[in-house]
């Protein structure tokens, strides 16, 4: 504590009667949030160093607005289980949603954390999407979220984008009362067809493995494995097919890269895996242990090699 500026002019306990420092023990007693979770917060967001955190509870200090800002944070914190559930889609469209920022994600983004995003901003999206709306039946022009991404063959993410963005203005709610969140919106299928008509460019399935080198269920797997936006179009015998956004492959693989590819050049593939372990790095997504099919945020792996110079 010898280093904080502490004295009369600070009201740090005394004199004015305002705080300006919080310990984790007086945070966690006034703001209501646990002090593990509370140090994981600071950590993240750099208040606190990596040094601080074998301290007792009472020996780290930080300014109090940014202790009241990673409790406000804490009590305002909703998971992708429970926004999936709210907004009555599917966990892998809220990721897919996720990943193109429309969700505030406020904290969660360290290794160990689990990523944590805005209740307000959330009921603020939701109010926006579908208070006040006219309640009708489905048929004719209009479908409902389930029907209409097929009908449009885009993914649901794609729509509920477009609806945020104002792109989609006629919307209704149904009057079926067990449908839940944007679920129950009614949509114009002649906007959705016309605002989707120009498709992105993508890989269909069988090109992404052949890109990639990866056959059978591992192609599979890693298509399906949520890193990756898809839409689906439909063939001209009628069948439906799924396709990877060729912009969302190329920025998964500027972040990322294969184990075959790091370690070209430098090490053998086992020997940079076991020292890849031994370093707390792990990969993002593997498949039997095939250097091809394991994969690491470059960043990560970038901060490795810088460690052993």
Not at 4 to 20: Q, Y
Not at 41 to 55: C, S, Y
Not at 156 to 178: E, H, M
Not at 202 to 219: A, M, P, V
Request: proline share 2%; charged share 30%.
């Amino acid at each position: 504590m010898n280093h904080l500026p502490i004295g009369p002019e600070d009201n740090f306990l005394g004199g004015g009667g305002l705080r300006r420092w919080h310990s984790i023990h007086t945070a966690t007693g006034s703001l209501g949030i646990d002090g593990r979770t509370l140090r994981k917060i600071l950590l993240e967001r750099g208040a606190i160093a990596e040094e601080d955190l074998d301290k007792p509870d009472n020996k780290i200090l930080c300014r109090v607005e940014e202790v009241e800002a990673a409790a406000g944070a804490y009590h305002d914190a909703i998971d992708i289980q429970a926004i999936a559930k709210r907004m009555g889609l599917t966990e892998s469209t809220v990721r897919s949603i996720r990943r193109t920022g429309l969700l505030e994600q406020i904290y969660g983004t360290k290794r160990g954390m689990k990523l944590q995003f805005s209740r307000t901003a959330l009921d603020a999206l939701m109010t926006r999407l579908t208070e006040g709306l006219e309640e009708r039946e489905p048929g004719g022009d209009l479908v409902d979220l389930k029907h209409a991404w097929q009908k449009a063959t885009v993914t649901i993410a794609d729509i509920v984008i477009a609806l945020a963005q104002g792109k989609l203005p006629t919307r209704y709610l149904s009057r079926n009362k067990k449908l839940v969140g944007l679920a129950r919106l009614l949509l114009n299928i002649n906007e959705l067809q016309a605002e989707f008509k120009q498709r992105v460019d993508g890989l269909k399935r069988h090109e992404f493995q052949e890109k990639l080198g990866l056959y059978d269920s591992t192609g599979t797997d890693f298509f399906d494995s949520g890193f990756f936006e898809t839409f689906r179009l439909k063939s001209r015998n009628g069948l439906d097919y799924d396709v990877v956004k060729q912009e969302s492959f190329d920025a998964f693989f500027k972040e990322h890269a294969s184990l075959a590819e790091l370690s070209k050049g430098w090490m053998k593939h086992n020997v940079l895996k076991r020292a890849l372990d031994a370093a707390g790095v792990s990969p993002v997504w593997t498949s039997r242990g095939r250097r091809i099919a394991t994969f690491y945020r470059r960043e990560d792996v970038e901060k490795f090699k810088a460690s052993l110079s």
